[in-house]
């Protein structure tokens, strides 16, 4: 096909997917709509339901609070030590109940609301009944579920309680008549009354589910609530029901289809008014579909707006492609080329317009690609985004040879890697490495480092190149204190405890730059103030230390670090002495004992130099006193004994000579 024609469907497609995605935005404004109209009758109906029943409640304590101290209340509650209500005959007993049941009707007790869906009862400490709003033939059976609630007569402070009873629970059905024959269930509400100060009695009110879920006035809205159990409270379809039922309290809204309907179903707990525990489950639901008949208009609406973008779209594309074609074509050319790995390629820029600038860009995106592909190649293994950003911008330093520059350079090395590698798998040994290898690494880029090698289970890296970092040296020492948190970190990840790391630092002028041939190169440093580092490294083994930096790299690191002179040291193949740092943290992060410990341990040293060895004896004593297990006051308090039994020559200079590497 055609560019002209390739256009022309690309126009048309897009007009087709710009009309389709207005009409899915519109679907989804719409529905979003009527799923937020839904979520806010929710919360509507939960908050008139909470309203409706803390209402019935504040009137049932009223009643109950008022009815208490009738006398006829008192009357009848002091029979509460008898097994029966007797009065003497039969005939004497049946007119003194009917009696004490008409004065307890008497009493205001109408005020409770029994006529709207509602009854009342009194009930000794038993549960029987005493009297009943619906029925004096109720008089002594056992009342709905309120032998629990004479269990709690006895206990001082009284009773309040609430609860769910089904309407064809036995003990209801033996109240008489209930009110308006709800089909549903009752939410009772019970308290003790004690009139002669002993729980001697309760009020009980039932209020039909099906009132109070009727105060919820919502249906004209398309949004029904019911109660679990409620067979005929709510009128909520089976599958909505099911659905509801199958959620947890409070979860958030989900959708369910009832054969062609949608609907949104919530459930939440219905909870006593003096506690949070929950006495019954409502269930909440919306038809979405009245909140979704205005889509109907939509696919129609659309249909008419479509025919004028179509039409701009023919038009622009018989136009663009007459213009397009050839140049398209050069530039369709040079992509395949590029494609191929040709990124020499380029094309003409025959004018000035759109079409000649997207050939000039072309052409400085393949040089681009060009420079970025030799970078790629020769500085693969950084990490570090400057660092290529650097050499974007500097262009002279990816050419081979070096530079003399002052830098820092770092050597790491897990003590104890080699035993724990003897028992395990080598590819237990592998994961273990590898991880250590990508969160230390991680850590030295963050610092501005440069991952130069990996040896075994050691690492090298150096600071300050090739993106210059006046404070090179201070990075080096933090990101050496990074090697023994990531390593505890680990550690604790692994469940082993038996590595260590050991560090060596030095700065100093040393040739850094791009060693190799046109096919293969390393950014690397070398010369004698690298190798001091890595002799450094080792040095540890001897002090019982992790971190050991030159007095050079201590000198340059400043005030971020704190440190402790250790010795000066003659490494091996050197003739010049070398004073020598343990590191011991960030300034101000470095624990009191440690500190206290350093103080020692300088005097100490001072001692041992000045040849009063009985004193450095004491001092580096002191110091393992403070710092229990610190190596370097044991080897040190080591040497000062050798030199109290044997001292050393009297051109002495102070220097330790060390013996490996």
Not at 170 to 196: C, E, K, M, N, Y
Request: net charge negative; aromatic share 6%; charged share 20%.
């Amino acid at each position: 096909m055609s560019i002209r024609g390739r256009l022309t469907l690309f126009f048309v497609a897009f007009a087709l997917v710009a009309i389709g995605l207005t009409s899915i935005v519109s679907v989804a404004i719409v529905r979003n709509r009527a799923m937020a109209d839904a979520n806010q009758a929710f919360i509507t109906a939960r908050a008139q339901l909470a309203t409706s029943l803390r209402l019935r409640y504040q009137t049932f304590e009223n009643a109950s609070t008022f009815s208490s101290v009738q006398e006829v209340v008192r009357q009848v509650t002091t029979y509460k030590d008898k097994a029966d209500y007797g009065f003497g005959s039969p005939e004497e007993d049946l007119a003194r109940r009917k009696q004490l049941h008409d004065d307890l009707a008497d009493a205001n007790w109408e005020w409770t609301g029994t006529r709207s869906g509602s009854f009342f009862a009194l009930t000794d400490y038993k549960g029987r009944v005493i009297y009943a709003s619906t029925s004096r033939q109720a008089w002594g059976s056992d009342a709905l579920t309120l032998k629990p609630v004479a269990q709690a007569y006895d206990t001082a402070g009284g009773f309040r309680g609430a609860g769910v009873v089904r309407s064809d629970d036995p003990a209801l059905v033996a109240l008489g008549p209930l009110p308006d024959s709800p089909t549903g269930a009752f939410v009772v509400f019970a308290a003790a009354t004690a009139p002669s100060g002993v729980a001697a009695a309760a009020f009980v009110q039932g209020v039909s589910a099906d009132h109070l879920l009727r105060d919820v006035a919502l249906e004209d809205h398309g949004t029904l609530l019911e109660l679990v159990g409620d067979d005929g409270g709510g009128g909520l379809p089976p599958a909505v029901r099911a659905a509801g039922l199958a959620l947890a309290d409070d979860a958030v809204p989900i959708e369910v289809r009832d054969g062609g309907t949608r609907w949104l179903v919530q459930r939440f707990p219905l909870t006593a008014l003096d506690s949070t525990t929950p006495i019954a489950t409502v269930l909440v639901a919306r038809d979405l579909d009245v909140g979704l008949e205005v889509l109907n208009q939509v696919p129609l609406l659309l249909a008419v707006a479509a025919l004028l973008p179509l039409g701009l779209a023919l038009a622009l594309a018989t136009v663009i492609g007459e213009r397009l074609t050839r140049p398209i074509v050069e530039l369709e050319g040079a992509a395949r080329q590029v494609a191929a790995g040709n990124l020499d390629t380029t094309v003409p820029v025959q004018s000035t317009d759109e079409i000649g600038r997207l050939g000039a860009a072309f052409n400085q995106m393949t040089e681009g690609l060009r420079e970025r592909d030799r970078i790629k190649r020769t500085f693969k293994k950084y990490l570090a985004p400057e660092v290529v950003d650097y050499l974007l911008t500097h262009p002279e330093a990816q050419a081979l040879g070096g530079q003399r520059r002052e830098l820092t350079v770092l050597f790491s090395d897990l003590a104890g890697f080699t035993t724990l590698a003897e028992s395990l798998e080598p590819e237990a040994v592998i994961g273990l490495l590898n991880e250590y290898f990508t969160e230390v690494s991680r850590r030295v880029v963050e610092r501005g480092g440069t991952i130069d090698k990996y040896i075994g289970d050691a690492i090298m890296a150096f600071f300050g190149a090739p993106v210059p970092r006046p404070e090179h040296a201070a990075a080096a020492c933090l990101s050496a204190l990074d090697h023994i948190e990531a390593l505890r970190v680990l550690s604790a990840r692994w469940g082993r405890d038996v590595l260590s790391v050991r560090v060596g630092l030095n700065t100093g002028e040393m040739i850094v730059g791009n060693i190799g041939g046109e096919q293969g190169q390393d950014y690397t440093v070398i010369g004698d103030a690298v190798n001091l580092g890595s002799r450094l490294e080792g040095v540890n083994k001897e002090y019982g230390t992790r971190i050991i930096a030159s007095e050079s790299t201590i000198r340059a690191a400043g005030a971020k670090i704190e440190s402790r002179e250790l010795d000066r040291v003659r490494v091996k193949g050197k003739t010049l002495a070398v004073g020598i740092y343990e590191v011991l943290g960030e300034r101000g992060k470095v624990a009191r004992g440690m500190t206290y410990c350093t103080v020692h341990y300088a005097k100490g040293l001072a001692s041992l130099r000045a040849r009063d060895f009985a004193w450095a004896v004491i001092h580096f004593e002191a110091a393992l006193a403070v710092m229990p297990g610190d190596g370097p006051s044991a080897t040190m308090l080591e040497r000062a004994r050798a030199f109290s039994a044997a001292p050393p020559p009297p051109d002495w200079d102070g220097v330790h000579t060390l013996s490996s590497k």
